[in-house]
């Protein structure tokens, strides 16, 4: 049996049932029926739970006469991605930020996870990144289609020339399947290569040489949380019509 982490020891514990219920009924099978539960799920759920407990928190704190501080960080997080939201889409984009906002936060507390001992980042595994990747996937293409018509959002891989739509169409397909691999290895090598180097360093020296590595691994988090986000708004922007993607100068 591989490594478990003690929450997915724990839930092995009280809901192997559950799980082995659930796996049998989309037609899967687990070579040890009493142990379901992957690290990467656990610590997925662990993270859902973590984001529902800090926005209760948030909601009941909400106040527009004495806002505290912090109200004051997620009012600027949210400014923060509404701007970025208005460069890639446009106006447009803001309807658009509830989706821009959970994949943002939901990756960014996935990646901060693994900073706390004896729990992992489920970004480090690749079903978790892949996972993201297809919501985004599916998330801009369904708004293509519902914005352009199944017959727009296809003409659109054609590209604006006529006597190259033969050879773009192809190209363009390509291109937009590339990005879930491309979304999908970028999140997972990032925050696999900085968990495997804080272990390697914790456990030469378990006290103060992990830290700066430590701090890296919460810069890098951030910083994918950042560009993952970003690249969301850049494909709806990009499956928009045209008038609507180029509105903000």
């Known amino acids: 049996m591989e490594h ?11 809901l192997a049932g559950p799980a082995n219920m659930v796996l049998s009924w989309v037609g899967l099978k687990v070579a040890d029926p009493a ?3 992957a690290d990467f799920v656990t610590m997925e759920i662990l993270v859902a739970l973590i ?8 909601r009941s704190r909400l ?5 505290g501080a912090f109200q004051h960080t997620f009012e600027l997080i949210y400014n923060f991605l509404v701007d970025q939201s208005d460069e890639a889409v446009g106006p447009r984009g803001r309807q658009y930020i509830a989706f821009f906002g959970t994949i943002f936060f939901f ?8 900073t706390i001992p004896s729990l992992e980042s489920p970004t480090m595994f690749v079903p978790v990144p892949l996972g993201c990747a297809m919501a985004t996937f599916l998330f801009y293409n369904v ?3 519902g ?3 199944p017959i727009g959002y296809l003409k659109h891989f054609f590209g604006p020339a ?7 169409f192809p190209i363009e397909i390509i291109s937009n399947c590339a990005r879930l691999l491309s979304l999908t290895v970028r999140l997972y090598a990032n925050m696999f290569a900085g968990e495997q180097v804080i272990l390697a360093f914790m456990g030469l020296v378990p006290i103060l040489l992990p830290l700066p590595f430590i701090g890296l691994h919460i810069f890098v988090g951030l910083l994918q949380a950042y560009v993952f986000a970003l690249l969301t708004m850049v494909y709806v922007g990009d499956v928009l019509p045209h008038e609507h993607a180029v509105e903000h100068s």
Request: hydrophobic share 60%; no cysteine; net charge neutral.
């Open 4 to 14: 478990e982490s003690w929450l997915t020891a724990l839930f092995d514990k009280f």
């Open 35 to 37: 142990h379901p539960w």
């Open 51 to 58: 984001i529902v407990v800090v926005f209760a928190l948030l």
């Open 63 to 67: 106040s527009a006469d004495r806002p």
């Open 107 to 114: 990756v960014l507390f996935a990646n901060l996870l693994g």
């Open 143 to 145: 708004i293509g289609i």
């Open 147 to 149: 914005t352009r018509g």
């Open 162 to 168: 006529p006597a190259l739509a033969i050879l773009m």
